[in-house]
């Protein structure tokens, strides 16, 4: 029996920040605002900013037993390990964010199993709908081809950038769900989920933070986990020390094999079908 959240490919959890948890997170949207930006991270509609393991936003979710029961109650997470972290920020009157999918390995068979291999945990600092940028998200595309994949260009590149407005990929689709939130709900997606944003129509940034994990780290393949924990947001060998007195160390993954890059395929199928036998 599939749960909401496998059937969907998204959840809500409201109140995943109290108001503590957001001054924490505001601290750290405010400080990676300040620093240089990055090559890469910036695009029509989203700006983003990396976080790394030490970040406080990072420490605060990674050291709480409540924020990890709720995000595992959600999914159905098994062994959870964090993967990297972003600031995402909506610029005011900024336009909407393409139709689009985070899923990196298309030509890995593991992309066709039923649960997530990765997910993505948005922590909104602000009340955000359909007038400031919220997310739409096309509920089971993750399992099941939409007649848009045809048309989607690859999500982080050059074409994505310079879609003209009227594109199908920045239109409103049919069965599209709008995620309007409080600050400090938390939204989860399965990371072939597509989504995008409403454009932002009002004065106001909005701001949020994008928190990456595996649910399952021990039921991924050998070469997956190689490859993501190459990823430059957890710790080097260099911090090893750092890390073994975390609090959260066990939060983050460990591979005895030496990290390698897989080919990146961002591309979904234009038709696929995921099976519950798969």
Not at 131 to 152: F, M, Y
């Amino acid at each position: 029996m599939r749960t909401p959240f496998e059937k969907a490919g998204y959840g809500i959890i409201p109140s995943f920040l109290d108001a503590g948890g957001l001054r924490v997170f505001a601290d750290d949207v405010a400080q990676a605002l300040r620093a240089p930006a990055h090559a890469g991270m910036s695009r029509p509609g989203n700006d983003l900013a990396p976080l790394r393991w030490d970040a406080p936003t990072v420490a605060h979710i990674l050291g709480s037993a409540p924020h990890l029961a709720k995000l595992a109650a959600l999914t159905g997470a098994r062994d959870l390990k964090w993967i990297s972290g972003y600031v995402t920020t909506k610029a005011p009157r900024s336009p909407a964010l393409w139709w689009h999918q985070d899923w990196w390995c298309w030509d890995h068979p593991i992309s066709f199993r039923p649960a997530a291999a990765q997910i993505a945990v948005l922590c909104y600092l602000d009340d955000t709908d359909a007038r400031n940028g919220a997310l739409r998200v096309l509920p089971g595309s993750h399992r099941e081809s939409a007649a848009i994949h045809r048309d989607l260009p690859e999500p982080h590149g050059a074409l994505a950038d310079a879609l003209p407005h009227d594109h199908v990929a920045m239109s409103d689709l049919p069965g599209q769900a709008t995620l309007a939130v409080r600050a400090g709900d938390a939204v989860v997606l399965d990371y072939r989920l597509l989504h995008g944003t409403h454009p932002n129509r009002t004065a106001v940034r909005r701001d949020a933070v994008l928190l990456s994990f595996v649910p399952s780290w021990r039921e991924l393949p050998e070469d997956i986990k190689a490859h993501l924990t190459a990823h430059p947001a957890l710790p080097g060998t260099e911090e090893e020390a750092r890390r073994a007195d975390a609090g959260y160390a066990a939060l983050l993954p460990r591979f005895a094999g030496a990290p390698r890059s897989l080919p990146v395929n961002r591309v979904a199928p234009a038709e696929f079908l995921v099976h519950d036998s798969t």
